[in-house]
């Protein structure tokens, strides 16, 4: 899993802070997390495949998280996109994309299905083979998710160098990586575990923007490899947080603490601080790990 | 006046070529002419004072020319705005802005005035005691305005030496600059003539993109002293422009010689075409006054 911040900052975008949004890789999909004005030129900055994404995750309607998905809706059309388009998020965007789509003269020729959410509990929303992807109900002034992402158990690995000791074929590899057993010519039974390892250890990753201070999300957090927690204010500003329902840095720490994530990435900062440093210094004070999202930063996870 | 190129670019923004945006600063005003995604982005880049655009005209609904409206007029709510804001634009603008705005919940605290066009002939939309406004009619495949901005007639100007010349006091420079002639205390006439030099020459400039070569604009732009015309394509791909509703430099050239322009600006180029110069070339050959248009570039007029 590879996370790569295209924009982390609240409200409104500056010359050099674009406003949230995210991709995601996990295993062979490029997720879309968000979508800020602006995203489609920022995929373009970090050499993004633009046909490799094919499934869009929309936080809430705000602006700040969804006022460039027409843009890019529109220029994959424009770059003769054929293959599906899935945009999940709250019900009312199918509507509004579409009449933009419609009013702009772009009405899409691929595929494009809109996964529309109105469900107040947590609920999967994406499966296949090797991935997940449940809903996390965040506490905002409007329906907003959060997003977990689960890779799936993979299959288990072939130890080498056993494989070399047995002599084993190619052809015997595909149900080995399946946990059965296999039987040599000469009738001698090899156990699984003898040739193979353990799979590996599966990625979680939690995107919790926009969201104020809210324990009810610990359960579908807990112990994820990496939480993106909506840090919009410094504490000086808890009053503010509470209003708008948005979070702290310390808010987003005890959190991350209370959930016993790995790693805590805190953004949605707003535009009244200038030194991001400080809501690092204030996080670190409660969780250890704990990391500044940054335009154009890459976690590996 | 003064113009300030946001973007020039067609159909899709790239990583350094935004789409189509203007500012036009002429007199008091500065308006804002079409509005492609992240136009705010740009007007921060350019360190351009939001709460000093009262009026954004905007030429057609295809996305490269309108969908950073939304974001822009989110922001003006955001950073407190009060001041009243005019938006011109094809009938239909107002339904698709106002339902982005109420599902994302930005809501303007403040006025937002939407003039809708649907008139095919041209028509004076905005007048004040310094400027006026006219469309322009254009031939593109969804209805399209141009805008003629005309700045009027001023005062009469103080002739400094004169004035000094016959000792004339401050509180007779507004009859003088209204064309009154002066009669002194010793009865003596003085013929405004004596006093006062002609106003500044009028300015215009002509927005005219996107559009077909079209010879119907001629007499609306006739001896304007700049136009911005759309010039997507070079004559290479002359079919392309017919079948697509765009001009080719060269047609942009040829409506600007026969309309007797003192300077032509091309700009919304296909990204096709990776040297613009050959853009230049193709034009100069049929009009000598031809500038490219090009990102953050500022053409005084």
């Not at 997390?33 to 030129?41: A, K």
């Not at 996390?136 to 992402?149: E, K, M, S």
């Not at 005890?254 to 016993?260: G, P, S």
Request: hydrophobic letters at 40%; charged letters at 25%.
């Amino acid at each position: 899993m590879k996370l790569n911040i295209l924009g982390c900052h609240a409200a409104t975008p500056l010359d050099n802070a674009h406003t949230t949004s995210q991709i995601l890789e996990v295993k062979d999909h490029l997720f879309l997390i968000d979508c800020g004005e602006g995203t489609q030129i920022k995929l373009r900055h970090h050499k993004i495949k633009f046909s490799r994404i094919k499934h869009i995750f929309i936080s809430h309607l705000h602006g700040d998280h969804f006022f460039g998905l027409v843009g890019l809706i529109s220029t994959f059309r424009l770059l003769g996109r054929t293959a599906d388009l899935h945009v999940y998020g709250p019900k009312g965007i199918k509507e509004v994309l579409t009449l933009q789509l419609k009013i702009s003269n772009s009405w899409t020729n691929y595929n494009l299905f809109f996964h529309e959410l109105e469900n107040k509990e947590s609920e999967i929303i994406f499966e296949d083979d090797s991935v997940t992807v449940n809903t996390i109900p965040l506490d905002h002034r409007v329906y907003t998710n959060g997003f977990l992402f689960k890779e799936k158990l993979g299959l288990r690995r072939l130890d080498k160098e056993k494989i070399k000791k047995y002599n084993i074929f190619n052809y015997d590899f595909q149900n080995l990586k399946l946990g059965k057993d296999l039987v040599l010519d000469d009738g001698t039974l090899l156990k699984n575990e003898m040739l193979t390892l353990d799979p590996n250890p599966i990625k979680c990753y939690a995107f919790c923007s926009d969201t104020a201070y809210n324990e009810s999300i610990l359960p579908l957090i807990y112990k994820v490899d990496l939480l993106y927690h909506d840090s919009t204010f410094l504490k000086v500003h808890k009053n503010l947080a509470e209003k708008t329902r948005h979070s702290t840095a310390f808010q987003a720490a005890k959190i991350a603490h209370l959930a016993q994530v790995k790693c805590l990435v805190l953004g949605h900062f707003s535009s009244r601080y200038r030194d991001k440093n400080n809501f690092l210094i204030e996080a670190s004070s409660f969780f250890d790990a704990v990391h500044l999202a940054a335009d154009g930063e890459i976690f590996d996870i």
